[in-house]
T-cell receptor, first 116, second 109 residues
């Protein structure tokens, strides 16, 4: 089965450090999402890309977060500087919602980030 | 923006039927997804509705009424493994998908 690969699976870092999370979407999917999940906020949409172009990053704190898709096989989410309130599970998901919505999105296993 | 509401928690008995409701308000509606998420795992896709009516997939069915901004997920012949969080997500014409907070379903013997 095709899968979305996220690295690292777990990350513990000190406040103020830079964190980079990576995602390899499923080949052929044209839309990539970054979500953050916490107990308090549920699944929040941070940013998404279609055909590698950023469409909406309004859910992301712009001063410290950045999302890029340098090529079709890699999406990145960076936090600099990290803060304890950024502790969450970060999910990447890919799909082709405009052409194949009946398959939904496939989520990666997530990156569990802890900022101390 | 989008406003999506689901009950926070539900409890049901093994073998029974449970209906999980989702109401939404959005502009540019272009379909509604249901996902299942077990504790500590990623969400997995269950169903997609874009037209009014019922879509059936084995023990799971999903219903949509666009005029009412309402959907439900129906789970039949409940099994213990169905204990999970169920998330509805609204898709827009721009292909943006926003999730509700999820309904935690507990299935008891």
């Amino acid at each position: 089965d095709a899968r979305v690969t996220q690295t690292p699976r777990h990350k513990v870092t000190e406040m103020g450090q830079e964190v980079t999370m990576r995602c390899q979407p499923i080949l052929g999917h044209n839309t990539v999402f970054w979500y953050r999940q916490t107990m308090m906020q549920g699944l929040e949409l941070l940013a998404y890309f279609r055909n590698r172009a950023p469409l909406d990053d309004s859910g992301m704190p712009k001063d410290r977060f950045s999302a890029e898709m340098p090529d079709a096989t890699l999406a990145t989410l960076k936090i600099q500087p990290s803060e304890p309130r950024d502790s969450a599970v970060y999910f990447c998901a890919s799909g082709s919602p405009m052409t194949n919505p009946n398959y939904g999105y496939t989520f990666g296993s997530g990156t569990r980030l802890t900022v101390v | 923006g989008q406003n999506i509401d689901q009950p926070t928690e539900m409890t049901a008995t093994e073998g029974a039927i449970v209906q999980i409701n989702c109401t939404y308000q959005t502009s540019g509606f272009n379909g509604l997804f249901w996902y299942q998420q077990h504790a500590g795992e990623a969400p997995t896709f269950l169903s997609y509705n874009v037209l009014d009516g019922l879509e059936e997939k084995g023990r799971f069915s999903s219903f949509l009424s666009r005029s009412k901004g309402y959907s439900y997920l129906l789970l039949k012949e409940l099994q213990m493994k169905d204990s999970a969080s169920y998330l509805c997500a609204v898709n827009t014409n721009a292909g943006k998908s926003t999730f509700g907070d999820g309904t935690t379903l507990t299935v008891k013997p």
